[in-house]
């Protein structure tokens, strides 16, 4: 840990990589927190695979990758909503669908572009130390985006979250509102990539959520925690990485799949006791 604090004092790019994984943080607690509690982490994997497709056509044309990923990640969470929407019986095929053929279409842009692109597999496989600095900006607008979206609709997502059918009868336009979330879920996927990669991605997107899950009952604490936590396991990834010279993005998703399954023991050992405790004050009621 030490090797690492002296490193980031001299290292510009480890204070770039550093402050990129802070800024995915964000996204990771505050939109993580609507995946987990709907439930719609598959959905947000079929996103997240189709911006293979984006990026391979951005970098194919001469764009930069991450617009290009951006674009595609926002029109597969509006082809996935509306036909969530209108035939939810072929949701599951819509999605493992999108999922294959963005991938596909991806990996033949590749197969096109000359040369071998370093740039692009580091999005594949994740490497928070090539973050340029001026992603930074672009990670901070897409931070902003969501936090200014979620706190000017946070009831409308509570509702649509927790019980849809209660919603349209209360008047909230449903359909609005669920495809705004997947189009949110789709900006964070594309902050998620810059330090995990994009087959890691929905890890770093359900798990520091799920762990908050674990211990608070609201979706704001949900999201305050999940944030903190993201934050947490970004920086203790990326340190316990730099010693051993290990790929960052991986150690983290590692790091975070370690504090999940604690986490879950540790609760279900808490509820065990809580369980026996109550039971055990009901029987000495009786007598």
Known sequence: MNEFLSALADHAFLRTALLAGLLASVGCGVIGSYVVVKRIAFLAGGIAHSVLAGMGAALYYGFDPVLGALVAAVVAALIIGVVRLAWS?????????????????????????????????????????????????????LDLVLVLTVALCYRQFLAVSFDEEFARLRGVPVAFFYLLLLCLVAVTVVLLIQVVG??????????????????????????????????????????????????????????????????????????????????????????
């Open 89 to 141: 019986a072929q949701e599951d095929t819509l999605v493992g669908a999108i999922w294959a053929i963005g991938m596909a279409i991806g990996i033949l842009f590749i197969a096109k572009t000359p040369g071998y692109s370093a740039d692009l597999m580091s999005y594949l496989f994740g490497n928070i130390l090539l973050v340029p600095p001026r992603d930074l900006w672009l990670m901070a607008g």
């Open 198 to 287: 994009l087959i890691l991605v929905i890890a770093l997107l359900t798990l520091p959520a799920a762990v908050a899950g674990h211990w608070v009952h609201s979706l704001g604490g949900m999201m305050v925690i999940a944030t903190l936590l993201g934050a947490a396991l970004t920086a203790s990834g990326l340190a316990l990485s730099y010693g051993p010279d290990l790929p960052a993005g991986p150690t983290m998703i590692l790091l975070a799949g370690a504090v999940y399954v604690v986490s879950a023991l540790l609760n279900a050992a808490w509820r065990a006791w809580r369980a026996r405790r109550a039971g055990g004050a009901m029987m000495r009621s009786a007598e």
